[in-house]
C-alpha cells in the first residue's frame, strides 16, 4: 500500500527570507512565527526575514529552522487535508517530525531546540571541534579507517557518497588525510561552530536529557523515526532518551529512508528550506516520488501531484 512521509531538513538549509510568504500570506503561518517569538523572548520574523548575523548561529538556527518548518506543515496540511503515515527529520528536523507525529506540542519543540542549540553551542568552545563532509566513499571504508583513529566518528550517514565525519579539529583533519589516502575522492571541512554529533557533545546530550523532563511527550499518532536507531518509534517511553543519544549520535538518515521505503513510503514530503534530503534521496532510491514545500505556491502544485499520482 501506498505511503506518505513527511521529512523535514536540518541545519544548514536555513537562508533570510525563509518562509515569509507562509508568515504573510496565511494567518496560521504567522500564528506559528508570533508564538515563537512569545515564547523565547525575541522577533523570529526579524531574525528569519531581515538579514543579520544571528540566523547561522546555532542557538538561534535551531528554533528558527523548527518554527519555519512547522509553520509551513501545518498550512500545508491545513489547505490540503494531506496528512502523513510517518514522519522523520535531519538532525534538529527530528523535533518538526515530532510534532508531526503528535509527540510534542509545536510550542515544546521550539522552546526545546531552542535550548538544545544554545547547549550544543555551549559544549565545545570555538575552534576546539570541527566537521567534514567526506564525498565518494563507502561508509563501510570509512568506518573502518576510523576505528583506529581517537576522538573522531561518522557524524551523517546522509546518503551513498556522502558521509559527514566529526570530532576534535585536529583528529578530524587527520582522518581528512588517511581517508583521502584510502580512496576518497574529496574530504570538505564544514563551516559549523562545533562537533556536532559526536561523543564531544554527550554532556549537551545530558543537559538536554534534564531539559527534556519538564516536557510533556505523547504515544505518537503516526510512527516517526529516530535518527539514533534509523527505526519507528511507536512508544511514547523511548522519546526522550533517543533525543538525550542523538546530540552525540550518528545521524543514521540514509538508513532511515531505507527502512521507510521498505515499509511501503513511496512518496517523500520535504517540508522547509532548501532541497537538500531531495538531493540525499537521488542518491538512496531514485524510484520513489519526492516533493518539496519550501513556497506557498508549492503548497498547492503539490496536491496536485499526488492528486495525479
Same mark, same amino acid.
Given at each position: 500500500?501506498?505511503?506518505?512521509?513527511?521529512?523535514?531538513?536540518?541545519?544548514?538549509?536555513?537562508?533570510?527570507?525563509?518562509?515569509?510568504?507562509?508568515?504573510?500570506?496565511?494567518?496560521?503561518?504567522?500564528?506559528?512565527?508570533?508564538? /515563537?517569538?512569545?515564547?523565547?523572548?525575541? +522577533?523570529?520574523? %526579524?531574525? *528569519?526575514?531581515?538579514?543579520? #548575523?544571528?540566523?547561522? =548561529?546555532?542557538?538561534?538556527?535551531?528554533?528558527?529552522?523548527?518554527?519555519?518548518?512547522?509553520?509551513?506543515?501545518?498550512?500545508?496540511?491545513?489547505?490540503?487535508?494531506?496528512?502523513?503515515?510517518?514522519?522523520?527529520?535531519?538532525?534538529?528536523?527530528?523535533?518538526?517530525?515530532?510534532?508531526?507525529?503528535?509527540?510534542?506540542?509545536?510550542?515544546?519543540?521550539?522552546?526545546?531546540?531552542?535550548?538544545?542549540?544554545?547547549?550544543?553551542?555551549?559544549?565545545?568552545?570555538?575552534?576546539?571541534?570541527?566537521?567534514? /563532509?567526506?564525498?565518494?566513499?563507502?561508509? +563501510?571504508?570509512? %568506518?573502518? *579507517?576510523?576505528?583506529?583513529? #581517537?576522538?573522531?566518528? =561518522?557524524?551523517?550517514?546522509?546518503?551513498?557518497?556522502?558521509?559527514?565525519?566529526?570530532?576534535?579539529?585536529?583528529?578530524?583533519?587527520?582522518?581528512?588525510?588517511?581517508?583521502?589516502?584510502?580512496?576518497?575522492?574529496?574530504?570538505?571541512?564544514?563551516?559549523?561552530?562545533?562537533?556536532?554529533?559526536?561523543?564531544?557533545?554527550?554532556?549537551?546530550?545530558?543537559?538536554?536529557?534534564?531539559?527534556?523532563?519538564?516536557?510533556?511527550?505523547?504515544?505518537?499518532?503516526?510512527?516517526?523515526?529516530?535518527?539514533?536507531? /534509523?527505526?519507528?518509534?511507536?512508544?511514547?517511553?523511548?522519546?526522550?532518551?533517543?533525543?538525550?543519544?542523538?546530540?552525540?549520535?550518528?545521524?543514521?538518515?540514509?538508513?532511515?529512508?531505507?527502512?521507510?521505503?521498505?515499509?511501503?513510503?513511496?512518496?517523500?514530503?520535504?517540508?522547509?528550506?532548501?532541497?537538500?534530503?531531495?538531493?540525499?534521496?537521488?542518491?538512496?532510491?531514485?524510484?520513489?516520488?519526492?516533493?518539496?514545500?519550501?513556497?506557498?505556491?508549492?503548497?498547492?502544485?503539490?496536491?496536485?501531484?499526488?492528486?495525479?499520482?
Amino acid at each position: 500500500m501506498s505511503k506518505i512521509a513527511f521529512i523535514f531538513p536540518g541545519q544548514g538549509a536555513q537562508y533570510t527570507g525563509m518562509g515569509r510568504d507562509f508568515y504573510e500570506q496565511t494567518e496560521t503561518g504567522r500564528k506559528v512565527f508570533d508564538q /515563537a517569538s512569545e515564547l523565547l523572548g525575541f +522577533s523570529m520574523p %526579524e531574525l *528569519v526575514f531581515e538579514p543579520n #548575523d544571528r540566523l547561522d =548561529i546555532t542557538e538561534y538556527t535551531q528554533a528558527a529552522m523548527v518554527t519555519t518548518s512547522i509553520a509551513m506543515m501545518k498550512v500545508f496540511t491545513e489547505r490540503t487535508g494531506i496528512r502523513p503515515d510517518v514522519a522523520a527529520g535531519l538532525s534538529l528536523g527530528e523535533y518538526c517530525a515530532l510534532a508531526a507525529a503528535g509527540v510534542m506540542s509545536d510550542a515544546d519543540a521550539i522552546t526545546t531546540v531552542r535550548q538544545r542549540g544554545i547547549l550544543m553551542q555551549q559544549a565545545v568552545p570555538v575552534g576546539i571541534g570541527s566537521m567534514a /563532509a567526506v564525498l565518494g566513499m563507502e561508509a +563501510s571504508a570509512i %568506518e573502518e *579507517v576510523l576505528a583506529s583513529m #581517537d576522538d573522531v566518528q =561518522i557524524a551523517n550517514y546522509n546518503c551513498p557518497g556522502q558521509i559527514v565525519i566529526s570530532g576534535k579539529k585536529e583528529a578530524v583533519e587527520a582522518a581528512a588525510e588517511s581517508l583521502k589516502a584510502a580512496g576518497a575522492k574529496r574530504v570538505i571541512p564544514l563551516k559549523v561552530s562545533g562537533p556536532f554529533h559526536s561523543r564531544m557533545l554527550t554532556e549537551a546530550g545530558k543537559k538536554l536529557g534534564q531539559v527534556l523532563e519538564n516536557v510533556s511527550v505523547s504515544k505518537p499518532q503516526i510512527p516517526y523515526v529516530a535518527n539514533v536507531t /534509523a527505526q519507528y518509534v511507536t512508544d511514547a517511553e523511548s522519546v526522550k532518551p533517543l533525543l538525550e543519544k542523538q546530540v552525540s549520535s550518528s545521524v543514521r538518515w540514509q538508513q532511515s529512508v531505507e527502512m521507510m521505503i521498505a515499509d511501503g513510503v513511496d512518496t517523500f514530503i520535504e517540508i522547509g528550506p532548501g532541497k537538500t534530503l531531495s538531493g540525499f534521496m537521488k542518491k538512496i532510491n531514485r524510484n520513489v516520488t519526492v516533493l518539496n514545500i519550501e513556497k506557498m505556491e508549492d503548497v498547492e502544485a503539490c496536491a496536485e501531484c499526488l492528486q495525479t499520482k
